[in-house]
């Protein structure tokens, strides 16, 4: 860790300060890519499926002329997601081609997600056997967020995909082996808490463990945009006595040193979430058109990469807009997306600087390692 950390993490607190309060962008270092919406599965926390869209998605060339813009070359992390990215017959040209830029284009990429519903074995297996080396060679790891919700009938039945849970298990199997050979493969789960699977924490947490896997665990969201889901809380909220449950889980020792259910702990109890995001800032989410958002979340789009450059669209009017008012919209109250807090906290600065301070630091350490933030401190 940068002995520095704490010097460093003040003086990128004084300049977010100075970032929010004029709206003006700083490199990017992390992007999500739709690559496409199309999914086989039909969950009940998510939309998706039932909203296809029509126009043609982005072609892997397309996707690779956007990461050799110059506004991308502080680019750190890629996450890949959908839809369902292996229903995709180009990805692995996609992939093959992110791992070819990163010597002149992407030097700082250090890692590519991709999150997968695991059902498409042969074809993921087959894919990632063809990615990992040359991308391991380019100093590219390659991470994995299989969504499970589960162990077993219960997870086909959120998933509405009968015989999910196998093919699932199958394509866990089958990345386990390749990490025996290639150790730069990372591999977790990510578990959407709703009232289908609230007692089955314990179990989804046991199965991550004995498989050596990373857990993301945590409450749906609502969102028109990301999930197109807005219709669905009478389906998927929790009852009193299941909130009280899922604070009993958050409260556990599994999640002592963990930053993620200290602040969900907290929203649990108040119904507000107030931890930090660099949304528009340092972070970004691409639909698989190629309409620019500052957000997955919020439904506010800031035009597409296909009709005006990607720098243009960054220091847009409407991104210096939403970079002032980050923090402030009724979406950030109730945002438990937990993926974004890898992005905000060593670039927001002031709160990591907090836990630095107040955590032990055997805990502190397993933090920063559990959420990969060692990419961001050069």
Known sequence: MNPNLPACLASRAKRYRELKASGEAAPVEALSIEVTRRCIARCVMCNIWQMEDDRPELTAAQWLELLVSPALSALKELDVTGGEPFLRDDLTELLLGVGRLKAERLPQLRSIAITTNGFLTQRLLAV????IAPLERAGISLVFACGLDAVGAVHDRIRGVPGGWQKLHASIEGLKGLRQQYPSLTLGIKTTVTRYNIDQLDQVCRYAEE????SIISPYILTSNRYANLDADAELALTATETETL????????????????????????GRMEKPCSAGFNYFFIRSTGQLFACPIIAAPLGNITRTPLPQLIDSPAATRFRQGVGAFSECTTCTEPGLERYALPFEGSHYLRLYQTMAREDFLALHHHLGLEKYFP
């Open 211 to 214: 498989q050596g896997l990373f």
């Open 247 to 270: 604070k009993q889980f958050y409260a556990s020792p599994r999640f002592q040193w963990s930053y993620y259910r200290q602040e969900l702990l907290r929203y649990l109890e108040t």
């Open 128 to 131: 990632v056997e063809e990615v």
